[in-house]
């Protein structure tokens, strides 16, 4: 609900909000301009008397004087019946260059109040801000639910892509952004009369004026004794007129003077309500706050950049989440599915399921895990689609699906079955989905069938399940789905460094570089395509196929494409069919591999520490994310292998990392030296400076073998404990992250 408040407004508003954001970013810069052309006294130097003698002296046929909220001081003179205007230097009184309002910020503030259009624009505009105010405020809570509360909203996010780009510029702008639609809806309202607007009627012409010989403008003590700081606006008397007088306007009010006595005959200060106009137009406009004017212009900037990763978020998330055009609503339909996924395997199985229980007739709603209603009104039958990540942990499309399990308030005659999707190579086979089996149980809800654990995406295990439920639910369902085998790629093995042969820990670093022409769509133009590697990140996963046609076993990337090669950290295992191939490979040898994206382990940006931990092999991904460290956030290593002689895997290069500072903090510990130490015992030793950087809003990322992996948690959560918080919540807001094999 509310991601659909914040999407769809956003998706029909974006081209509006942009204009409006473009050109009030661009008319933010007028205050700032104005400011620093404008010559300005400072307080307390010069009186608007002063100003106006020396006004008077370049200018005999001074009208009018207007000091604009920079500070720029304008005459108005009529000079041989002819009307001018002159920008003066409030020092000297002379004329700096002629006064022409600018027809290109003439033209950008017509674009801005009404997209140049007559009122129906501005009414456009108005309506325009006030969505803006709305995306603001469920943008606000969308931000919380996603960093797990309002106390976490400035920690580091987890993630990447336009999803991320859209979370930290948003962070960085709402408030900005939420103060210039605010200010403009209100300014909208009040011109449209949905809000009143102040009426300042300034004093009536005074009964009493001298009629005396007029005396010099600087001699006045009206206007002595008013700073030009002050000054809004003197008009002059009509010449040759002893009744008229000066009217005199300043911040604090308005009055007139009289021309022979300089008398101020009557004044009428400004009207709080007036006061508050002028407040929030120049919260609005930056006029006469020059640098909140700039800052609100940067906010303004991010807005373009917002829409087109806000529509690429809204349209991936369309095309992976299952949000398919005969979709039932939540409230109506007789059967949900839930789908828990990462990398989106899931959710074909999830619309092959979709597609086929609506044929049979039923009304089904489909949704993302972490979308659970508080309850279904209509529904029969519950099922849940979830693969596992991690140490049995559940997929970014399900991350928030027990927490809200607690509110869930099912009707008992609701049964549930759930579908885990998993790998048996990962010790914790469909761990999550157990977990999710058990949790619905508890809450009192009975099964439609018990759960079942689907192997590596199988096609035919997918294919029984269903025939199972046919039987259930009285119609048959004939689910076919298998989805196609990811395109794989050639490499060639570039390099390779071997380590741990002394220590009975045979790991390698292998470099690799494209052997076969790049597949972008440009380079399907070309008559020979450069070879390119695919895009990837450090942390992703090569998927590598053995040579005699297995399936595919994932390695963690230690490299970003941008790096130039794709490198791997393979530990040879004992009668490991791949690791074995692996190691085998003579530069020049291929393979055959794909890029399985784990946009879930990645380190954050931003300036809170980042701490790494890892043992053996698993020092690959880490030391991708150290070399792409080049902003110099603070990163901290912990790395535990056996022996300092003989598998210290990257030393010369985490040593250059130090020396550069993209690394902050190495910490190394040897299970097979003099010290016998573990990664895990070199935490404790250091357990202070690490709660201070856990304090700090620090994440931790994690990648090596299961047992280090448990290990690692025991400790971190005997040093949160006198935190009152551990690593389950450090987990829930994207600040424990986990590559485990
Ligand atoms: C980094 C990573 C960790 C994984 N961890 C587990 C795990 O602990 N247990 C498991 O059964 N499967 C694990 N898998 C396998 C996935 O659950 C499986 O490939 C699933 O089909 C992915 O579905 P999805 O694309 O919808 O997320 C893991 C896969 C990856 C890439």
């Known amino acids: 609900m509310l991601r659909k408040l914040h999407g769809l407004p956003g998706l029909f508003a974006a081209l509006f909000l942009m204009t409006l954001a473009i050109t009030g970013a661009v008319l933010a810069l007028a205050p700032a301009m104005d400011r620093a052309a404008a010559v300005i006294p400072a307080a307390g130097e010069m009186s608007v008397a002063e100003l106006a003698g020396r006004v008077v002296a370049h200018y005999p046929e001074t009208e009018q004087i207007v000091r604009g909220p920079s500070g720029a001081v304008i005459v108005y003179y009529n000079r041989d019946g002819q009307p001018g205007a002159d920008l003066v230097n409030a020092l000297t009184g002379e004329g700096i260059a002629p006064y022409e309002p600018s027809a290109f910020f003439t033209w950008i503030k017509d674009l801005h109040r009404s997209f140049l259009l007559d009122n129906s624009g501005r009414a456009l505009a108005g309506v325009m801000a006030a969505v803006m105010v709305l995306l603001c405020f469920s943008g606000i809570l969308l931000l919380v639910r996603r960093t797990g509360g309002w106390k976490a909203l400035l920690r580091p996010f987890a993630g990447s892509g336009s999803k991320r780009i859209h979370a930290e510029l948003a962070r960085f702008a709402v408030l900005g952004l939420l103060l210039s639609a605010l200010t403009g809806s209100y300014l909208s309202a009040q011109r449209f009369g949905l809000l009143p607007e102040p ?45 008229d007088v000066y009217s005199l306007t300043t911040s604090g009010g308005s009055g007139f003077a009289d021309q022979a006595t300089g008398e101020l005959l009557k004044f ?216 196609l085998p990811p395109p794989t790629v050639k490499l060639a093995l570039l390099e390779r460094a071997d380590y741990g042969l002394a220590v009975q820990a045979p790991t390698s670093i292998l470099r690799f570089k494209a052997a076969q022409p790049g597949r972008g769509w440009w380079q399907k133009w070309l008559p020979r395509a450069p070879e390119t590697l695919p895009p990837f990140e450090a942390g992703d996963l090569l998927g590598v196929m053995p040579p005699q046609g297995q399936a595919p076993r994932f390695y963690s990337l230690a490299s970003s494409v941008t790096d130039g090669v794709l490198e791997i950290c393979v530990r040879k295992q004992p009668g490991g069919l791949c690791s074995g191939y692996l190691h085998e490979l003579r530069p020049g040898d291929r393979i055959d591999g794909f890029i399985r994206p784990n946009p ?120 949160l404990r006198p935190m009152a918080t551990d690593v389950d919540t450090l987990r829930s807001q994207g600040r424990y992250l986990e590559d485990v094999y």
């Open 199 to 243: 009426v300042e009627t300034g004093p009536t012409f005074p009964a009493e004026v001298s009629g005396g010989q007029p005396a010099a403008v600087s001699s006045l003590n009206a206007l002595m004794a008013v700073d030009l700081n002050e000054l809004r606006e003197l008009v002059f008397p009509y010449p040759d007129d002893p009744q």
């Open 268 to 483: 009428q200060p400004r009207s709080e309500a007036s006061l508050v106009q002028q407040w929030i137009v120049s919260l609005h406009t930056g006029e006469g706050l020059w640098w909140l004017g700039l800052i609100l212009g940067i906010a303004a900037l991010t807005v373009p950049v917002l829409s087109v990763t806000g529509i690429t978020s809204w349209w991936q998330r369309r095309r992976s989440s299952g949000q398919f055009l005969d979709n039932a609503n939540a409230a109506q339909a007789d059967t949900i599915i839930l789908v828990g996924s990462e990398a989106n395997a899931t959710w074909g199985f999830a619309r092959e399921l979709h597609t086929s229980l609506n044929k049979a007739g039923f009304r089904v709603h489909c949704a993302e895990m972490n979308a659970l209603a508080e309850y279904y009104p209509q529904a029969a039958m519950l099922f849940v689609l979830t693969s596992t990540y991690g140490d049995g942990d559940a997929p970014a499309s399900a991350r928030q699906f027990m927490a809200r399990l607690s509110d869930f308030r099912g009707e008992k005659t609701l049964q549930y079955a759930v579908l885990g999707f998993g790998d048996r190579q990962f010790p914790n086979f469909c761990q999550f989905a157990l977990n999710v089996d058990a949790a619905l149980a508890s809450k009192g809800l009975s099964r439609l069938h018990p759960v079942e654990l689907i192997d590596r995406c199988s096609a035919s295990q997918f294919s029984e399940w269903g025939d199972k439920i046919s039987g259930i639910v009285g119609t048959p369902l004939a689910l076919t789905y298998d989805p």
């Open 600 to 719: 879930g382990f990645r380190p954050a940006t931003g300036n809170t520490p980042v701490i790494l931990i890892g043992a053996g092999a698993g020092i690959g991904p880490l030391t991708g994310f150290i070399r792409k460290n080049t902003e110099r956030h603070p990163m901290f290593l912990y790395w535990g292998g056996r022996n300092s002689h003989s598998d210290f895997l990257y030393q010369p290069e985490l040593g250059r990392y130090l020396d550069d500072h993209r690394l902050t903090g190495l910490n190394t510990a040897f299970s097979r030296s003099d010290e016998r130490a573990y990664v895990q015992d070199k935490l404790r030793q250091d357990q202070v400076a690490v709660r201070q950087m856990i304090e700090k809003g620090a994440q931790i990322l994690v990648c090596g073998g299961r047992d280090m992996a448990a290990g690692v948690k025991q400790v971190i959560d005997d040093i």
